[in-house]
């Protein structure tokens, strides 16, 4: 009973401030496509999967990785915060080089994607790549010792810097891709402001702590997995941006903005709920680990369940919102979109709604496997499901009759294709029904 209660406060603060968060950047993002237009915000998504590759590569994984680790050695009788200094080095280093990548690999990808414009984009999103690093390491390492206030707070800071200084600079300009650089300049000062809060609360920690020191390669092999497995779909993401605009050049001259609709107006709704549910993300993690690393499997996979079941509680809703008040929701918060364009988006909510759940149930299931140790089992659902996400990719988008539409098929196939794979290795071996054995469980005890 006392463990799930600290998984519930933990939840539930992760949740509280991800919610308020993500909202804060939710209607940034809504009112941001009504500022820059279908082609200023078709810029603005389409330099994001890069910085995503970019960003992942060099920090994503680097919290579940790093709360595992403390988690289980507190599960252990031990309390260290002394590998800290070995990865916030090593996460800078890293960070910095991918900085620099991003930075030298602007012009190439501006190419890629077939407009120029981008490259300044990628200019002024690229600073984030180094801050990005160091800040997960920081909330990692909170998160691990089931302290979820520095990293809900931190993600609120940044949403509210990012959109109170994204949306006064883009309205200083009616040019599209100016305005399109101005917000990507206010996401790199938004991360900045986050990681002075956090090294501010860290220093703190130190002066209270007796550090033991780790050795990078070990630090770093131990969250490889994690890196790896999180990082699959915003390199999916990033070959979107490539093979969706590609594709849909060959019959329309709007592929740009119909992408930019896609990724900007419709999965900024249905991210939503994974994003909501981040919040038992953070916080299964160090529980299924403590209780892996006591070596009570059964109590790993019942916190699995408790996480999914929040999961479900939050994401199907959202869904059955997103499905029946599409038309609503859009002309609502799209009211600067032309008929054409508002019509699309209310299809794509439509067609994208069950997205809603079983993307924010993959990012959960993943989030169990990391802290069961088993991270290599997630990558290796999400790579079969993006295999099977870009060969319906090349054969439904290619139709005109589709378009666009074909993309949003080929994601609902490839998030249900990841829950399934990921629910099978969360309870692989367990001979137990997952949702029902976790809930029997858990009501015992309680």
């Known amino acids: 009973m006392i463990r799930h209660a600290k998984f519930v406060k933990g939840a539930a603060v992760m949740t509280g401030g991800f919610l308020i968060a993500k909202a804060i950047g939710a209607f940034y993002r809504i009112s941001l496509t009504g500022i820059l237009g279908g082609y200023g915000i078709g810029l603005y998504q389409m330099a994001y999967p890069l910085f995503l590759l970019f960003l992942t590569f060099s920090s994503a994984g680097i919290p579940s990785a790093l709360s595992r680790a403390v988690a289980a050695e ?12 070995t990865a916030l080095r090593l996460f800078a280093l890293i960070g910095l080089s991918g900085t620099l990548l991003m930075c030298a690999a602007a012009l190439v990808m501006s190419d890629l994607q077939g407009d120029r414009n981008l490259t300044a984009c990628y200019y002024a999103l690229a600073p984030s790549v180094f801050l990005v690093a160091l800040v997960s390491v920081l909330r990692g390492y909170f998160q691990g010792k089931n302290d979820m206030l520095p990293t809900a707070f931190s993600e609120v800071v940044e949403q509210t810097v990012k959109a109170g200084f994204g949306y006064a600079a883009a309205l200083t300009t009616s040019d599209p891709v100016r305005g399109a650089v101005y917000a990507l300049l206010a996401v790199s000062f938004s991360e900045l402001v986050a990681l002075f809060y956090l090294l501010r609360k860290f220093a703190g920690e130190r002066r209270v702590k007796s550090l033991r020191r780790t050795n990078a390669y070990s630090l770093f092999y131990s969250v490889f997995p994690a890196m790896a497995a999180a990082a699959l779909l915003p390199l999916s993401r990033t070959l979107d941006s490539i093979v969706i605009v590609r594709l849909m050049s060959e019959y329309t001259s709007r592929a740009v903005s119909l992408y930019g ?16 549910t981040g919040g038992f993300v953070a916080a299964a993690i160090p529980m299924v680990s403590a209780s ?18 929040f999961t479900f509680a939050v994401s199907v809703p959202c869904a059955l919102i997103l499905f029946f008040c599409a038309s609503p929701i859009v002309r609502l918060l799209y009211s600067g979109l032309g008929e054409s364009e508002m019509n699309t988006v209310v ?14 149930a993959v990012n959960t299931l993943a989030a169990c496997l990391t802290g069961m140790g088993r991270a290599k089992s997630a990558a290796f659902s999400m790579l079969a499901a993006i295999c099977v996400k870009f060969a319906l990719q090349w054969l439904l988008v290619s139709d005109p009759s589709l378009s666009v539409g074909g993309a949003a ?3 609902n196939v490839c998030y249900l294709v990841a829950f399934f794979l990921n629910s099978f290795y969360t309870w692989k071996g367990s001979g137990k029904t997952p949702l029902i054995a976790g809930a029997r469980k858990n009501t015992r005890e309680a």
């Open 74 to 85: 507190r599960a252990r009788g031990r309390e260290t915060t002394g590998f800290m200094n």
């Open 261 to 276: 609709l896609y990724t900007g107006g419709v999965m900024s709704l249905v991210d939503l709920p994974a994003s909501l």
């Open 292 to 309: 892996v690393s006591r070596g009570d499997g059964d109590g790993g996979r019942t916190n699995s369940a408790l996480a999914l079941l």
């Open 347 to 360: 299809s794509l909510v439509r067609l994208s709604s069950v997205s809603a759940v079983t993307l924010a």
């Open 409 to 411: 098929i080929a994601a």
